[in-house]
């Protein structure tokens, strides 16, 4: 009975343990995630901005840090970070065109016309250079 009690709590203090370290390594893991996708994006002269826009439109976005772990390639976006990106392409003299690939966008009429609102209020029209 002396040997089974000492077994039991040697079993119990392991799975405690190993459930403190495995609970650590990933509040590491995702911090680590989150802070690397902060980083500032440098932009070289003459570049052209591309959209990417494949997944569906929301009126604002939502940060999930666990998008980054599921791997899915249908993504949210929101209107209010793709009119800031056209907003901040328009004030960088490094950028001369924005090129917007948008093969599965599911997005409203109003979240449509927001955008191309957006970029026809671009100064220069010879700046936009394509929408498909």
Same mark, same amino acid.
């Given at each position: 009975m002396k040997d089974f009690l000492?077994?039991?709590?040697?079993?119990?203090?392991?799975?405690?343990?190993?459930?403190?370290?495995l609970v650590f390594i990933s509040i590491l893991v995702v911090f680590s995630m989150v802070s690397s996708s902060e980083s500032e994006t440098q932009v070289r002269k003459n570049s052209i901005m591309?959209?990417?826009l494949n997944g569906a439109?929301?009126?604002?976005?939502q940060d999930n840090p666990f998008d980054?772990?599921?791997?899915?390639?249908?993504k949210t976006y929101g209107l209010d970070d793709?009119?800031?990106?056209?907003k901040k392409a328009k004030e960088n003299d490094d950028?001369?065109?924005?090129?917007? +690939?948008? &093969?599965? /966008?599911?997005?409203?009429?109003?979240?449509?016309?927001?955008?191309?609102l957006s970029l026809i209020?671009?100064? +220069?029209? &010879?700046? /936009?250079l394509s929408i498909s």
């Amino acid at each position: 009975m002396k040997d089974f009690l000492k077994f039991t709590f040697a079993t119990i203090t392991g799975i405690i343990v190993s459930v403190v370290v495995l609970v650590f390594i990933s509040i590491l893991v995702v911090f680590s995630m989150v802070s690397s996708s902060e980083s500032e994006t440098q932009v070289r002269k003459n570049s052209i901005m591309m959209l990417d826009l494949n997944g569906a439109l929301a009126e604002r976005s939502q940060d999930n840090p666990f998008d980054a772990l599921m791997g899915d390639n249908y993504k949210t976006y929101g209107l209010d970070d793709v009119l800031s990106s056209i907003k901040k392409a328009k004030e960088n003299d490094d950028i001369k065109g924005i090129y917007i +690939e948008a &093969t599965s /966008l599911g997005a409203g009429f109003a979240s449509r016309e927001e955008i191309r609102l957006s970029l026809i209020h671009i100064s +220069e029209p &010879t700046r /936009l250079l394509s929408i498909s």
